[in-house]
Nanobody
C-alpha cells in the first residue's frame, strides 16, 4: 500500500511558478513510476507528467512540455512537479499517482492516488 499526500498548490499570477510535492508513505515508492494528473471541472482528468522509478527524463503532456519538470527523490519518498510560466489554463486540482508499470499516461495504470492540491493561476 502506498499513501500519497500532495502539497504546494496555491494561487499564482500567470507567468509565475509553483512547485508541487507529493510525499509517499510506503515501502514501494522507489519501485513505482510516479505521475501527475490534473482535473478541471467539466473536463476529464488529464495526464500531466510521469517519471520512472529510476528517475531520468520524464514523459510530459504536450500542453506542459518545456514549462513543467517532474523529478523524484527516492531517499525522501517524494516526487516533485516544478511548474514554470504558468498559464490560466493550468488552473486545476493536481493529483499525484503511483504505478507499478513503466511510464504510463492512462489513469487505469495507476494504482494509488493522492487527495489532490488546488492550483489557481490568475490573469
Amino acid at each position: 500500500q502506498v499513501q500519497l499526500v500532495e502539497s504546494g498548490g496555491g494561487l499564482v499570477q500567470a507567468g509565475g511558478s509553483l512547485r508541487l510535492s507529493c510525499a509517499a508513505d510506503g515501502r514501494t515508492f522507489s519501485s513505482h513510476t510516479m505521475g501527475w494528473f490534473r482535473h478541471t471541472p467539466g473536463k476529464e482528468r488529464e495526464f500531466v507528467a510521469a517519471i520512472r522509478w529510476s528517475g531520468g527524463l520524464g514523459d510530459y503532456a504536450d500542453s506542459v512540455k518545456g514549462r513543467f519538470t517532474i523529478s523524484r527523490d527516492n531517499a525522501k519518498n517524494t516526487v516533485y512537479l516544478q511548474m514554470n510560466s504558468l498559464k490560466v489554463e493550468d488552473t486545476a486540482v493536481y493529483y499525484c499517482a503511483a504505478s507499478a508499470y513503466g511510464l504510463r499516461r492512462a489513469e487505469h495504470d495507476y494504482d494509488y492516488w493522492g487527495q489532490g492540491t488546488q492550483v489557481t493561476v490568475s490573469s
